[in-house]
């Protein structure tokens, strides 16, 4: 069979953050090569040494699969920092408005910490090509905000799978490959390009947008790497990766630089640690004890897969590993990643999906994610980047306030919205800690209502001709408990509100 080759030579991964101004330019030349590539032969190059070896072929599915898993993690991570900068720092505006090679230099610190992770993410800007060029993305901001629109999930929480950015070559490929017969082999090197491209974009980005915020950049986890069952580099095949650098460099250039790479590669791996195999743990070997590995995977399959404890082996053995343990690995069996179990500390979600079309805006998503870690809130109001919560001690009061909140953030209901900004309006009118102005402009943002200041007027109307003067959320409350209500809560009920 002819080995089917990418013949370029990759920068080299050390290089990236010590000299990142050479090491991009010279994956930058290089790209011309490679988008003069067929798809194919990228798809090839794994393919190939992936149906050449079983062993390999079954360590490379499951690390496919922590890949996919961890992809969701990353994007919920992402997620979750991009909406806060949208809603908290205006980052919109922010970056469109930022000089092209202020741009650029947060890009270039996004490219090489998100490229020195790991080595299958560094030599996975061979499958991005010029969408990952410092040109391109740092010309128009639009650029950057477009990938991160493409991955950005609906939601600030993990997903079920991961969310892919489109390219036109690739998705060609990928539904010329649906249409055909394609195996094993070929099913997974093209899920692991698209699935790697899509991390790879990811973690640039955040680490892009971090800089340019200025918060530390995010830390990612790597597992460490297990010699034993990879025999050979992640990406290519140790023979032909060498075949090229000996063209390019020589015999003594090629040895002199393999020397140095494995140097790095050792380095890397001081840094890294194991990570308890179990979705809902994942805890990470602090090096006091060793975490014990299946027994049965190891011995059938050489597959190393570790646990912090007993209890936690055992509460992964039902819903994931009994399917797998022992047994050869198969492209279905990873092609999705293993149901996302939340940690036992997370409470229960607060607020329902979106319904219908209704789409959220970025400060709705963070507040409906800050609700959702503290259910105990009705709502958080911030100045600047101070926040305020609100919490209403009345049951019934409460309980109507998220039955309208409930209604609000799920449909987008006008009406809803109006009545529940009235209402938080009306309860803080009296308390100096809170802005009227401030809380209304925030609401307009969230539900994206520019008109809300009408409709809080409107709701106040109403409740003058009350007749007994219950704001329209209480409109419901027996008089008796309205009584005690404003009695309890000390509200003065006279007092109406002007905007
Ligand atoms: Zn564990
Ligand atoms: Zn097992």
Redesign the pocket.
């Known amino acids: 069979m002819a080995f089917a080759a990418v013949p370029v030579m990759f920068p080299q991964m050390q290089d990236a953050l010590t000299q990142p101004e050479r090491w991009n330019s010279n994956w930058e030349n290089i790209t011309r090569n490679i988008d003069r590539l067929e798809p194919s032969v990228l798809v090839d190059s794994l393919a190939v040494p992936f149906a050449a070896q079983p062993l390999r072929r079954d360590a490379s599915l499951l690390e496919h699969q922590g890949i996919l898993s961890n992809l969701c993690r990353t994007q919920a991570l992402l997620t979750g920092a991009a909406l806060t900068y949208f809603a908290d720092a205006n980052l919109e505006e922010r970056w469109m408005k930022a000089d092209p090679d202020l741009r650029g230099k947060h890009i270039l610190i996004g490219l090489s910490n998100a490229c020195s992770i790991a080595r299958n993410l560094h030599d996975a800007r061979v499958y991005c090509g010029r969408e990952l060029t410092l040109s391109h993305l740092r010309s128009d901001g639009r650029t950057v905000l477009d990938l991160l629109n493409a991955v950005i999930l609906p939601e600030v929480a993990m997903p079920k799978e991961p969310k892919l950015i489109p390219h036109s070559a690739w998705d060609a490929f990928a539904a010329a490959q649906a249409r055909g017969s394609p195996n094993d082999s070929e099913k997974y090197a093209l899920a692991s390009i698209l699935t790697l491209r899509t991390k790879l974009i990811c973690h640039v980005i955040h680490a892009t947008l971090n800089s340019f915020i200025g918060v530390e950049l995010p830390k990612v986890a790597v597992a460490k790497y297990n010699k034993k069952n990879n025999p050979g580099e992640p990406f290519l095949g140790r023979e032909f990766g060498q075949s090229v650098a000996e063209n390019m460099l020589g015999v003594a250039g090629a040895k002199a630089q393999a020397k140095e790479n494995k140097a790095a590669w050792k380095e890397r791996q001081r840094g890294r640690t194991e990570y308890?195999s179990?979705g809902g743990?994942s805890?990470a070997n602090d090096g006091s004890a060793k975490f014990a590995r299946c027994k049965t995977c190891w011995d059938n399959m050489q597959r190393e897969i570790l646990?912090?404890?007993t209890e936690?082996q055992k509460a992964d053995w039902k819903p994931h590993h009994k399917s797998i343990c022992g047994k050869p690995l198969t492209f279905e069996a990873v092609s999705k990643p293993p149901p996302p179990i939340p940690p036992r500390s997370m409470p229960a979600p607060q607020i329902g999906p979106a319904v219908g079309d209704h789409k959220r805006s970025p400060s709705l998503i963070v507040q409906i994610a800050r609700l959702n870690l503290n259910p105990k809130l009705d709502y958080v109001t911030r100045i600047g980047t101070e926040e305020t919560n609100l919490d209403f001690p009345d049951p019934e009061a409460q309980a109507l306030f998220r039955q309208c909140r409930e209604k609000a953030m799920t449909t987008g209901d006008k009406q809803s919205i109006a009545i529940m900004a009235h209402f938080i309006c009306w309860m803080t009118l009296d308390n100096p800690r809170f802005q009227i102005a401030a809380i209304v402009e925030q609401l307009k943002k969230e539900y994206v209502f520019d008109e809300l200041p009408r409709a809080i007027h409107e709701m106040q109307q109403r409740q003058n001709k009350d007749p007994f003067r219950r704001p329209p959320l209480l409109a419901r409350m027996s008089p008796q408990n309205w009584v005690n209500f404003c009695k309890g809560m000390n509200v003065n009920r006279q007092v109406v509100l002007e905007l």
């Open positions: 308890c179990y743990c805890k646990y912090c404890s936690c």
